[in-house]
Structure formats: structure tokens, C-alpha cells
T-cell receptor, first 115, second 112 residues
Framework: GAVVSQHPSWVICKSGTSVKIECRSL??????MFWYRQFPKQSLMLMAT?????????EQGVEKDKFLINHASLTLSTLTVTSAHPEDSSFYIC???????????FGPGTRLLVL | DQQVKQNSPSLSVQEGRISILNCDYT??????FLWYKKYPAEGPTFLIS?????DKNEDGRFTVFLNKSAKHLSLHIVPSQPGDSAVYFC???????????FGKGTTLSVSS
């Protein structure tokens, strides 16, 4: 199967600090990785699309300076929430795809709580 | 503007019966559709997909039907089992390499 991991699974941080979330495809090379955010009882909202070796493409309304995405290799993408604020508290989920029409496989998610 | 709509936030079904989850979309450029199952505090798990060249795809207890003219798809689960209780998300994409657009999900509860 296609396994995607995320680390950490949950994190609590103080307002103003930065938090890095890792997304790894464990048994396949992901040409494209996606970052989503989910608020309680809401759908998954796409934040950005990242292709290995190139800059991420952010969705409208997502601050690229606040949510830094790095897709350094075909198996790793990171999302850094900079200067976190309580309103950034959410469930962040990544997904990875081998390429083309392949199915997206999701990580288990990271719950962020900013105090 | 929601491009993928799941108008029923919840559905309750008895064990052994059929569960039918519905999804409508507005963007005629969508041509690849997927269903995901999600438990609280976990990432979505892929269930089944269908491309626009088909109108039906079956995998075990799960069948997805696509009606392109109506811009409607549905997921049938038969027979339903208590372990199927979860949130089901419908998702669509327009072309290879593009991201998925998700509906808001339908919470399925299967009682024994």
C-alpha cells in the first residue's frame, strides 16, 4: 500500500513561536504533496500544492509567509507555521501522490493547538 | 462557492441495509472523483474512485455511480456494517496533477 506519515501527531505551542510539521511518503516517491487544513465539522480545505524542487502553489487566502512549505525531496514535505497565533489552531493534514492520475494518500494529520 | 456539495450532513442506517451517500458538483471540468472515509483526528482513507469515462465502479461492498449529466455521484455500501460508521468525503479534481476539492462530508452511523 501507500503509506504517508506525519510528525508530530499533535503539538501545543505558545503564541508567537514557529511549528514545523513533517509529511513523509514511506513506500513511494511523491511528485506532488498537498497540505490541507480542517476546522471542526468542516471540510478539508486545500492550503497549498507542492512539487518536489519547486516553490509551493498557495490557495487564495493562504499567507505564504506564514505557512512555509518546503518539498525538499520526493519523500518529504514540511509545513512551518510561523509566528503561530491561537487562530492557527487546527488539524493539518498532508497528502501525497505519485503523479498524474494516481490517488492521493493522506497522512494521519497533526493537531496544532496554539495557546 | 462550493464546487463539491454533500447536502446531507448525516445518515443513519441499520446493519445489513444499504447506505447511499450522495454528492453533487458544479464544475463541469471535474473528471475524476473519489470517496474517502475519515475517523476523528485521523487522515482520510481512500475508498474508491471513478473517472468520467465510467458511470460505475465497484469494489467489494462499495460501489460508486457517476451521472455526468446531472453532475451527481453516489456511494453505495451494501451490506452496511457498524465499522462503516465514519465521515465520508466526496472529492473531485479537474485534471491530472491538480488538487482535490472536497465536500463537507456526511457522517454515517450504522447501528447493529
Amino acid at each position: 500500500g501507500a503509506v504517508v506519515s506525519q510528525h508530530p501527531s499533535w503539538v501545543i505551542c505558545k503564541s508567537g513561536t514557529s511549528v514545523k510539521i513533517e509529511c513523509r511518503s514511506l513506500d513511494f516517491q511523491a511528485t506532488t504533496m498537498f497540505w490541507y487544513r480542517q476546522f471542526p465539522k468542516q471540510s478539508l480545505m486545500l492550503m497549498a500544492t507542492s512539487n518536489e524542487g519547486s516553490k509551493a502553489t498557495y490557495e487564495q487566502g493562504v499567507e505564504k509567509d506564514k505557512f512555509l512549505i518546503n518539498h525538499a525531496s520526493l519523500t518529504l514535505s514540511t509545513l512551518t507555521v510561523t509566528s503561530a497565533h491561537p487562530e492557527d489552531s487546527s488539524f493539518y493534514i498532508c497528502s501525497a501522490r505519485r503523479g498524474g492520475w494516481e490517488t492521493q494518500y493522506f497522512g494521519p494529520g497533526t493537531r496544532l493547538l496554539v495557546l | 462557492d462550493q464546487q463539491v456539495k454533500q447536502n446531507s450532513p448525516s445518515l443513519s442506517v441499520q446493519e445489513g441495509r444499504i447506505s447511499i451517500l450522495n454528492c453533487d458538483y458544479t464544475n463541469s471540468m471535474f473528471d475524476y472523483f473519489l470517496w474517502y472515509k475519515k475517523y476523528p483526528a485521523e487522515g482520510p482513507t481512500f475508498l474508491i474512485s471513478i473517472s468520467s469515462i465510467k458511470d460505475k465502479n465497484e469494489d467489494g461492498r462499495f460501489t460508486v455511480f457517476l451521472n455526468k449529466s446531472a453532475k451527481h455521484l453516489s456511494l453505495h455500501i451494501v451490506p452496511s456494517q457498524p465499522g462503516d460508521s465514519a465521515v465520508y468525503f466526496c472529492a473531485a479534481s479537474g485534471q491530472a496533477g491538480t488538487a482535490l476539492i472536497f465536500g463537507k462530508g456526511t457522517t454515517l452511523s450504522v447501528s447493529s
